[in-house]
């Protein structure tokens, strides 16, 4: 399977393919040092490709890794519904007009988010793919992840379609007190290598 993908890539991504395997080649010593990823410029098939890579050897590592994969729209609703749609529905409980069923989404919707925050913010190593945010809480919900990953130094891959002066730009547009964009990067310049 590796093989095929490497044949089939540009000479950018065999590059990138070779560095990766390289990685994956020392991994233990590279999760004990929360060492990962920051992959730009991977949209489409190159995503694809590169996400793949990185699944198959994480499952290929033996013994088993606490790993998590995440797309970014799992990732983005994730972040809608504990930013946004549970602040709001909370209050309702109270409301003497609301039912046993409003109760039981509520406590559903909890236990999923808490259950991807934890994975996200505890995994031995977390790939979130196709990072691109479009709105101020998910922009807040990655960097608390990336904020709790960096202070626990666990391993974190980003993978983006985006430049990094793209990123950076859709992530200063969405944060009023721009500070999210140089805490993202720096924490994960410091950790991680980074693709172009």
């Not at 233990?28 to 489409?44: E, M």
Request: charged share 30%; proline share 5%.
């Amino acid at each position: 399977m590796a093989d095929s993908m490497f044949e089939q890539a540009s000479i950018q991504d065999r590059d990138l393919l070779l560095r990766l395997s390289l990685y994956f080649d020392s991994f233990d010593q590279k999760l004990r040092q929360g060492q990962g990823w920051f992959i730009f410029n991977a949209d489409g098939g190159r995503g694809r490709r590169i996400s793949k890579f990185i699944e198959h050897r994480l499952d290929d590592h033996q013994p088993g890794v606490h790993s998590f994969v995440i797309h970014w729209r799992d990732f983005a609703l994730s972040a809608y519904v504990n930013e946004v749609g549970l602040p709001q529905l909370e209050p309702r409980l109270t409301d003497p007009d609301a039912g046993p069923k409003l109760s039981k989404e509520v406590a559903f919707a909890k236990q999923v988010t808490a259950d991807i925050w934890d994975r996200c913010s505890s995994a031995e190593i977390l790939m979130l793919v196709g990072l691109k945010p479009s709105h101020q809480h998910e922009v807040e919900f990655l960097d608390r992840a990336i904020e709790e990953r960096y202070r626990h130094r666990l391993a974190t891959i980003l993978v983006t379609p985006e430049t990094p002066k793209e990123l950076e730009a859709e992530v200063d547009s969405l944060d009023p007190t721009h500070v999210y964009w140089d805490r993202l990067f720096t924490r994960m310049y410091e950790t991680s290598l980074v693709a172009l």
